[in-house]
């Protein structure tokens, strides 16, 4: 079963500008993460966020949680060409599912240079 | 310093074949995930591990089976291939020891059946 779900599904942005991405969830979670995926590559960790915060940052990562929405978006400032690449939020339940990861079908996004 | 190493990068099989796909990894980590990646998809959790010779079906576990028979080692196998199997699979690893669970991804499998 899919609980994330990520809008848009790709973004194509010049470099310097904002890049946004959303994502929303359907069940309570105990922590929100985000991955990056370059091309025909595995998945790479970016940032964690706790259900009990409401934002955090990493570099050019702003990362937001609304747990009342059900919904996340991840910020990265001042983009780059090597931004470039498939963006995934991904749900920790926690529970007796703990350890399990649900993620969202991903952001595809392009930095023009 | 690779830390989840998947055995295949690239594998072409026939329908009806046997195929093992292999994730190692070196973190002493004791979860141990496969999942599938499609377009229009996203990832699909198809088993996991939580120990050795332990595991739990995910979202879709039809046409897959499952062996961890050391910590360090996770197999993926279809014992019949199908061409629905085409697919990008992804092992990852994770511990919960630091309180909560990160993956770490291998560099994915991508297998063509034909």
């Known amino acids: 079963s899919q609980q994330g779900e990520e809008d848009p599904q790709a973004l194509s942005i010049q470099e310097g500008e904002n890049a946004t991405m959303n994502c929303s969830y359907k069940t309570s979670i105990n922590n929100l993460q985000w991955y990056r995926q370059n091309s025909g590559r595995g998945l790479v960790h970016l940032i964690l966020?706790?259900?009990?915060?409401r934002e955090k940052h990493s570099g050019r990562l702003r990362v937001t949680l609304d747990t009342s929405k059900k919904s996340s978006s991840l910020l990265i400032t001042a983009s780059r060409a090597a931004d470039t690449a498939s963006y995934f939020c991904?749900?920790?339940?926690?529970?007796?599912?703990?350890?399990?990861?649900?993620f969202g079908q991903g952001t595809e996004l392009s930095v023009k240079p | 310093d690779v830390k989840v190493t998947q055995s295949s990068r690239y594998l072409v099989k026939r329908t009806g074949e046997k195929v093992f796909l292999e994730c190692v990894q070196d973190?002493?980590?004791?979860?141990m995930f496969w999942y599938r990646q499609d377009p229009g998809l996203g990832l699909r959790l198809i088993y996991f591990?939580?120990?050795?010779?332990?595991?739990e079906k995910g979202d879709i576990p039809e046409g897959y089976s499952v062996s961890r028979e050391k910590k360090e080692r996770f197999s993926l196998i279809l014992e019949s291939a199908s061409t629905n199997q085409t697919s990008m699979y992804l092992c990852?690893?994770?511990?919960?020891?630091?309180?909560?669970?990160?993956?770490?991804f291998g560099a994915g499998s991508r297998l063509t059946v034909l």
């Open positions: 973190m002493d980590h004791e979860n």
């Open positions: 591990s939580y120990d050795v010779k332990m595991k």
């Open positions: 991904a749900t920790d339940v926690g529970g007796n599912q703990g350890g399990k990861l649900i």
């Open positions: 990852a690893s994770s511990t919960l020891t630091t309180g909560a669970n990160v993956l770490t």
């Open positions: 966020i706790r259900s009990n915060e």
